[in-house]
């Protein structure tokens, strides 16, 4: 199973956010929130997979330095004690990246929409040509094979916590990126659900998206918590990857954000497993700004930053999360900063930091407290407001900034001089009084159109009720529309200040000033030379296990075959079958005594409803089966009655009967059977495919970043020249139909030396020409050892320079006898914990597998799969024979 990597991380100290202070009649509201958010449930999975994981080293030098002081903050191992309290004023920049919504990308190729437009929304597009993104044929990975540009690149936030300008710097990056390259899209493996925080649903609706708002996302942060405390990993990244493949589909480049959790929880690990089940590269973003927090000196003047060596503490976030993307076999493809503190040496210590860690530096974005604005929208949203007036179609009133929040207590004479005065429409005070002091509503209004340099951004009317109906009838007498946003509370006034108190600014798809922000301070700070270089450059293809599975689940669940189980009553096989009807992956029969498994299936809670039982002595057609293997078996005495009996008390004979007579596609046994009581009645009843002599067998190797195809390690003790060429022909065939590209390396102990007259050689060399000339289309080489067949540098080496399609990137390795096969495979399977899928059968006109009687109900459910996409390649190949006879 593939396991979460790293470790938790420590809360980050005080999270709670503050707006401004709010001045009123003498006084001041702070509006902070009481401590940070339990961490909840994500800690307990990063807890529960902890044990599971592979643990990487912990960096202890300081970036750019000598000394010795750990980085790792953010790991929780060396976290900091007695953080001092901050300012509520840097608490909120802090934590206001906590936000919880983001935008998505914009349309237009560049051109920069002027603050206010009114038509700017609707210039927001995403355009994406149609594209399958799950290749048909994708070899081992290897750094001389044919390269393919990057579809994707995997935004991972460095810092712990949803910062707020994550959103801003998303829709930065993808504008940039819709310059270089049209047809951007975005996708969230997990998103949240809270109100505000559904960043799928927040992009889809800016940019209207051709992508359906479903395929933007893979789950929820419920959905994802559900499966990993259910120990459901690959099930989690098979819905992944499935929604990922949709959305390809609608564009040539997808931005996938990764999940961050605002509670503070680490997710690095999580996010690790998904780029590299994704195959996407990762972005590594860090917040600058977050630095200081562990400076003892902490401050919100910038001056500390002069003095201080914040640079190295970013940097080494940086290099401690690329550890973690790299053990998860993803390419690390930059690094960006956010909330860059104003220094007078700019970016220039982070690059050299950054660089002599081998990690390319795309840009570093300064801070822009405009992105953190609380804004009138954001107060409408909290208090859940009904806007009275103000809300003008075409204008930005909703957008206006609030920079302080007045309480109104006193009289209209006394509050205008708590105004200050402003020359900034974009900015301006909150007002908030009780729906019963007309006086304080009209005067806001009159203030608001008069030419004097004082800015009221909205008024807030509490107590639930609207305003006298003599009030309402004459500002709604005026000349002209009142252009002042007066919002009606539900709440009194207390509840009101309550409610602002702990509230948070957000993204909206109405925030056309931060959104333009957004795009202009990026492009302003980026390097986009570099930044196209990192996320264009070519990259080898890869196929990892999780990609793999998912193909081989998404065959399977298209060509809905039908799969017999003979060990019906096993428990692992109940399971099994319980998950593969659960996932859809194909038509289920259990053989066994109908009480006896569905009294085990209610034991073990599964449900296997969608499953037919078939009991041996009162099976349908069984004379019909008998009859078949004593057709079989005849000429080797076997007698009807023998087969018969054969038949009611063997499952396996049952079960290879039903295969052979076509009543279901394919046979899975051997839990508890051994491989020739399973293997034993397919080689009697079953007939072989066409032009096939001998029966062999492969294993899958899925490694971590690669899957090899071994043969033959499980049937052929000995084969000749003639059965070594056939076995490797059959493998051929058997990668292709599970969409590896098949090249394949005659393994021996000797490199391309045709000369020698070792009996193992010779018989390598005669099957690799045989191969040559039954099957020119097979890419293949021999002999060859194993080091030349699949590392490029020993290959190089071997073959004396000569190019070959083969050697060096090899994806199915055929070895000269069983005894190195299967010590092989054994061997590379206990060494690097490579999944061994097998063995596979191969040669037979309809598939039957075997199991080990030592394989988990993971290994069931990949068999079975497995089965169901030979099943299919089985019938198109017969359906194909027969419209060309």
Known sequence: MLRLLGKRV?????????????SHSGGSIDYSSSGSAARGRWIDICRKYQSQSRVFPEATQSVGSSETQSVNR??????????????????????????????????????????????????????????????????????????????????HHADVGAPLNS????????????????????????????????????????????????????????????????????????????????CKRHHDFVVIEGTSMRDGTNTSPLNGLIASALEAPALLLSDGRAASQFHPKHTESGGVFEDWDWEKEAAGCILDHARIMRQSNVDVAGALIYRMPKTSRGASRLRE???????????????????????VEDVARVLNAHVLYGDLPHSNNMTTEVTRTLIATLHLADLLSYIPPSDDPAKGVLVVAHASRPDILLGMIDLHETHLSTQVAAMVLTGGSPPPLEVDMLIRSRPTRVSLPVLLSPKDTHGTCIALTNAQPELH???????????????????????????????????????FQHSIFDKSREAQSHIVLPEGAEPRTIQAAGEVLRRS????????????????????????????????????????????????????????????????????????????AGDVDGMVSGAVHTTIATIRPALQMIPKLPNTEIISSVFFMCLPDRIYIYGDCAINSNPTAEELAMIAISSADTAADFGVEPRVAMLSYSTMDERKEDTIVQKVVRATQLIKQQRPDI???????????V???????????????????????IFPDLNTGNNTYKAVQQATGAIAMGPVLQGLSRPVNDLSRGCTTKDIVNTIAITSVQAAAGKAARTAQAAAA
């Open 10 to 22: 420590v809360q980050q100290a005080s999270r709670a956010r503050s707006c401004q202070t709010r």
């Open 74 to 155: 953010f790991h929780g191992s060396n976290a900091k004690e007695g953080i001092p309290a901050v300012s509520a004023a840097q608490r909120r920049a802090l934590s206001s990246f906590a936000g919880r919504d983001g935008r998505e990308e914009r349309g237009g190729q560049g051109a920069k929409a002027t603050a206010g437009s009114s038509d700017h929304q609707q210039s927001r597009s995403i355009s994406g040509s149609s594209r399958i993104s799950m290749p048909g044929n994708v070899g081992a990975s290897h750094s001389k094979q044919p390269h393919q540009f990057d579809g994707s690149i995997y935004l």
């Open 167 to 246: 959103a801003a710097l998303s829709i930065g990056l993808i504008h940039a990126l819709q310059v270089l390259r049209p047809g951007v899209g975005y996708f969230r493996p997990i998103d949240q659900t809270s109100h505000g925080g559904n960043r799928a649903e927040l992009f889809h609706e800016i940019f209207r998206m051709r992508t359906p708002q479903e395929d933007m996302f893979g789950l929820t942060q419920d959905q994802a918590y559900g499966l990993l405390t259910s120990e459901k990993m690959d099930e989690l990244l098979e819905t992944i990857i499935s929604a990922y493949e949709r």
């Open 353 to 375: 930091y950054i660089t002599k860690a081998q990690i390319p530096f795309v840009g570093a974005v300064p801070e822009d407290i405009s992105l953190e604005s609380f804004q």
């Open 509 to 547: 798809a109405t925030s056309n000033r931060k959104i333009e922000r957004a795009e202009v301070i990026f492009h302003e700070n980026v390097d986009m030379r570099m930044l196209h270089q990192v996320l264009f450059k070519e990259r080898p293809m890869r196929m990892n296990p999780k990609l």
């Open 585 to 660: 992956l194909c038509r289920v029969t259990l053989i066994g005594n109908p009480d006896e498994i569905i009294t085990a299936a209610k034991q073990l809670r599964v449900d296997v409803s969608g499953a037919d039982i078939i009991y041996p002595p009162s099976a349908p057609n069984l004379d019909h089966y008998a009859e078949l293997l004593y057709q079989a078996r005849k000429d080797k005495g076997v007698t009807l009655m023998e087969a018969h009996d054969h038949m009611i008390t063997d499952p396996n004979y049952l079960g290879t009967a039903m295969v052979a």
């Open 779 to 789: 890419l293949v080489e021999g002999p060859l050892q194993y080091d030349a067949a």
């Open 791 to 813: 590392n490029p540098m020993a290959a190089h080496n071997k073959m004396d320079g000569r190019e070959s399609d083969v050697a060096g990137k090899a994806s199915v390795l």
